[in-house]
Nanobody
């Protein structure tokens, strides 16, 4: 059974930091790109960052440039989203997802989502 299990998230003040974790199982993790997406209240889901199977990084959202980083540990079949200097507009439900190889392929597996709330 394919699973992406997310952890991390929570409530943080503006300017604070959080680290989200996405642990994959049931598929050949190192062959997949892992993307992070988010959905703010009342808005459509948007892509944030992605790391491909060859460790290429795609920044989907300009707003996170210089503040969010993505990394992966294939030995642990885990991907991380490290977020610093969080802003109120970063609030939302964050999802990780897996796509075969490239960050531009279809994301067939999704994590359960985790809430990130940034307060003033």
């Amino acid at each position: 059974e394919v699973e992406l299990v997310q952890s991390g998230g929570g409530l943080v003040q503006a300017g604070g930091s959080l680290k989200l974790t996405c642990a994959g199982s049931g598929f050949t993790f190192h062959d997949y790109a892992i993307g992070w997406f988010r959905q703010a209240p009342g808005k459509e889901r948007e892509g944030v960052l992605c790391i491909s199977n060859s460790d290429g990084i795609i920044e989907f959202a300009d707003s996170v440039k210089g503040r969010f980083t993505i990394s992966r540990d294939n030995a642990k079949t885990t991907t991380y989203l490290t977020m610093i200097n969080l802003q109120i507009e970063d609030t939302g439900v964050y999802y990780c997802a897996a796509a075969p190889g490239s960050c531009y392929e279809a994301y067939g597996f999704w994590g359960q989502g985790t809430q990130v709330t940034v307060s003033s």
